[in-house]
């Protein structure tokens, strides 16, 4: 197997998950993180890294390895890992539940853990101040901000670029992060030990892939608008999913169902990444929440559907405790809610969870590096797959590779222009 052994490959061979960890270890004079010329969020080179350097970050990147947690006695689910508890659920606060992604879980319980003091206050990405477009990491302390930074982003974040300094700080927080951020923040916790002291809660939400900045500029093309008029935009929330929403500074307002956002011909480059992750169901998160859809048969429908529910999983001990806790205290409702109904609604991860192992082996026939998966189960759930699932995997990667569209402009390009990626 071959891993990545600098940040240049994995940037440039497509594994960068865009955390911002790199620029939280080695400082902004040496790499910050901004829009790449394929629209995601990448470290871009001030200078040359010395050695060290490459090996503090090597330490830490997900792109090089995301190994999962100690399971200890319990066996994982073959596609969804551990789990200690799984519930459906909502916020029990309406405003939670109204404005949120889903059913305002996530969000029900980071306000849960500041209001009760457990914790200083919640790192998590939100709207960015100077763009309505674009996400920042963020400290909320409050559960005014807190709230405000609920829903969905699916466009480029870099929540763990300030991590570090937070860490200095002191301070005693819960994170709120994809998939891959919180795998980096357990890579960290190997070798801080800070980070299991002042980090007690690391949540993730379900996550099928994060699109570039392009996916944001084709909807609001779409819509007839320049991007330099928006003033609002929501991708989901308000409801559940909620419409994907625009308002201009003209005043005009836009919007289209969820559907229309991402099940239409609209253009939507996800990251190469994404494309080969193992764990699209936060296997290292305490809790990971995803969405809890209506079924219509066999397919989880993605109409309206009023107030939102959310399915969510205890990974770890102090997962299934803070559910619990959250629960005793009124801030999350909670429902019975079966493995068998886990496994029919999100089949989309569990196709994606077979389909790594085939997509590996394309990369490594190229000589292309790709990350250590460890206890993700890569090859059990391989395994699984059919074997139109495993050539359709294997072909996919194997062309893609070829034609070197696994890779992506180096750290030291320029970076991303929206009038002329957008399609
Ligand atoms: C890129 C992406 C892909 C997703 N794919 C799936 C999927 O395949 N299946 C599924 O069931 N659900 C998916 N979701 C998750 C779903 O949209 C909800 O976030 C999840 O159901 C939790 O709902 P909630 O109401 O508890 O979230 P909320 O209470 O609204 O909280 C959402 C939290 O996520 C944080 N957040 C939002 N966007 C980002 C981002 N880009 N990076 C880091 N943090 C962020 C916010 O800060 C907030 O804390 C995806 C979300 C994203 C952002």
Redesign the pocket.
Known sequence: MRVADSIETIVERGLCTGCGACESLLGKDVLRMGLSPEGFMRPRGQRPLRQDEQKAVMQVCAGRSQTGLATGKTVPHRIFGTMLHLAKGHATDPEIRFR????????AL?VYLVESGEVDGIL???VSADNPLL?EARFNATREQVVA???????P?A?LKDVGALLDSGRRFAF???PC?VATLRNLARVDPRVDLQIPHMLA??????PSIAATYNIVRRFGEDHRDVEEFRY??HGWPGPTYLRVKQGREHSQTYDETWFSNLTYELMFRCKICAD?TGEHADVV???CWVMEGDRPSHREAGD?W?MHIARTERGRQLIEDAVVAGYIHEEAFSVAELEAM?D?HGAKKRSVLWRLAGLALTGQPYPDYGALRVVQSGLAASWRERWTAFRGTLARSLKRRNRESPITSGTFVADTKTS
């Open positions: 949120s992604a889903t059913g305002g879980v996530l969000t980071a998590q990405v939100g996400n930074s609920s829903g969905s982003r699916y466009g974040s929540p709120i992060g994809k951020d939400m379900v996550c099928g892939g994060n989901r929330g699209g929440a995803g969405d939102g959310n999100h989309d």
